[in-house]
């Protein structure tokens, strides 16, 4: 297994062992892995010579210092299970800020156009330019030849989209289904947080997403939308932030249902004050 802190010691790494014809796959995460960014790991194993797994909690796209003192930092056992998996063929790369940003760790300003205004743009002000920052640093670093985000952060996924046309990065963006736990609650690194008890209940948020679905082609997206409301209006546990119905490419918000548009619905949601988000295909 190999295990990197520096741009510069994986670069001499890659630049060894690369042959033509070889291709890396890339999968950027902030750590605290579980099997949801496995499956990403996995996918991009089955494609690539190659694959390289950043463990980074990136500073410039946290909008709140406490929310990013508090993220999980779990190194040692982050290693561990890609090792379970995958053994020694897996490429880490865990650099310091000050490695990857060349020592200013500042965000970089994009203009990712509608996409950014939308829901966590509208709540986490700043978040996606630290999103392009972070991607750009790691993706001239690694150089991949493919990268696997999950549509669990869609809004993100398509954000790294438009990243790659403006700054003209020659790397396949691969989206990758959410992975559920069996209760239906995306995993996240953020569900350690969580208390047993309302970790449990947070099913409610993936139940309330099929519900939508189900209504979806009957009901308007202004019925949906109020309907879901009303649900975490009656939640003791949950705080609902936001529950929005939007265009799949875009992301505007939906004022009338289109037959030949694709939707998805999204929602972020407070419980014992950790921010849970979470989406789904409507048609
Ligand atoms: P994070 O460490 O939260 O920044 O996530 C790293 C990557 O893993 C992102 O592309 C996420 O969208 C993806 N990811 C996180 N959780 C899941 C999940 N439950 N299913 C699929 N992909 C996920």
New binding site residues.
């Given amino acids: 297994m190999y295990i990197f802190n520096t741009k510069e010691t994986l670069q001499d790494h890659l630049r060894q062992c690369l042959q033509k014809k070889e291709s890396i796959g890339f999968?950027?995460?902030?750590?605290?892995?579980?099997?949801?960014?496995i499956?990403?790991v996995a996918k991009s194993f089955e494609e690539n010579t190659y694959t390289v797994v950043s463990v980074f909690v990136n500073p410039t796209q946290f909008n709140n210092k406490e929310d990013l003192d508090n993220y999980p930092r779990t190194l040692e056992s982050d290693i561990a299970l890609l090792k379970v998996h995958f053994g020694d063929k897996i490429i880490v790369f865990a650099p310091s800020p000050q490695n990857l940003y060349d020592g200013e760790v500042v965000s970089l300003n994009f203009n990712f156009g509608k996409i950014e205004n939308q829901m966590e743009g509208k709540f986490r002000p700043g978040h996606f330019d630290g999103v392009g920052t972070v991607i750009t640093h790691l993706f001239n670093a690694v150089q991949p030849t493919k990268a696997?985000?999950?549509?669990?952060?869609?809004q993100?996924?398509q954000v790294v989209r438009k990243l790659v046309e403006l700054q003209e990065f020659l790397v396949e963006i691969v989206g990758?289904?959410?992975?559920?736990e069996s209760s239906g609650l995306?995993?996240?690194?953020?569900n350690q947080r969580l208390s047993v008890n309302v970790k449990e209940k947070a099913s409610i948020i993936y139940k309330t997403l099929k519900e939508c679905k189900e209504m979806f082609g009957t009901k308007s997206a202004t019925d949906i939308t109020s309907y879901v409301k009303g649900i975490f209006e009656k939640s003791e546990m949950f705080d609902l932030e936001y529950f929005e119905i939007a265009d799949t490419i875009d992301l505007e918000t939906v004022k009338k249902i289109l037959p030949k548009k694709k939707y998805r619905a999204f929602i972020a949601v407070f419980g014992e004050e950790v921010r849970l988000i979470d989406n789904i295909a409507l048609n």
């Fill in positions: 999968v950027p995460t902030m750590g605290a892995l579980h099997i949801g960014h499956s990403l696997y985000f999950g549509e669990k952060d869609y993100q996924l990758c289904d959410i992975y559920r995306a995993y996240s690194s953020r």
